[in-house]
């Protein structure tokens, strides 16, 4: 399974490659198909530009099939802790925001860059936020994913923070 597992990450990281290569660096309000959606991706965009962060978000999201309340809790959880990873490193700093459904699952995949230094205990990341105890942000996004049945891998490397989130649509 998890070569399997392996081998779908990295089919959609490719996915996600090409479509970064049709995307803009500068910071235009997002169309996504969900208005909600595009608020929290346009808010993240100008922050990570303050901040001298590439952002990128060729996204499409019309149907996530959850309330947009949790998804945007869900999103926007993820794309603070990326623009927190960001601010790690002091050059190449980045965010890409995967967001893709057909007509089975929704895709989200966030990655950023950072100093690749992850602290855990009992199987949980530590905030560098919170003093070295879990952080909020993660354990939010694990209950909305519970609540959903979503899928939720995090993957990284000494330079790639990596968030992918899998939801089934109902039907």
Avoid: W
């Avoid at 392996?6 to 208005?35: H, M, Q, W």
């Amino acid at each position: 399974k998890d070569a399997e597992e392996e081998a779908y990450f990295f089919r959609l990281s490719k996915y996600a490659d090409k479509l970064l290569e049709r995307s803009t660096e500068e910071t235009v309000i997002p169309y996504t198909g969900n208005s909600a959606v595009d608020g929290v991706i346009y808010h993240y965009a100008l922050l990570a530009k303050k901040q001298g962060i590439k952002f990128y978000y060729p996204a499409v999201c019309r149907n996530h099939g959850m309330q947009d309340m949790d998804f945007c809790v869900l999103l926007g959880n993820a794309l603070d802790n990326a623009v927190e990873g960001c601010l790690t490193v002091a050059q190449d700093r980045f965010i890409k925001v995967i967001l893709d459904e057909d007509g089975v699952s929704v895709r989200l995949m966030i990655s950023n860059s950072f100093d690749g230094n992850v602290q855990e205990k009992d199987g949980r990341m530590l905030s560098r936020k919170r003093d070295k105890r879990p952080g909020v942000g993660m354990a939010s996004m694990r209950s909305i994913c519970e609540k959903y049945g979503v899928v939720m891998d995090c993957r990284y490397d000494e330079k790639v923070f990596q968030l992918l989130f899998i939801f089934m649509k109902e039907g």
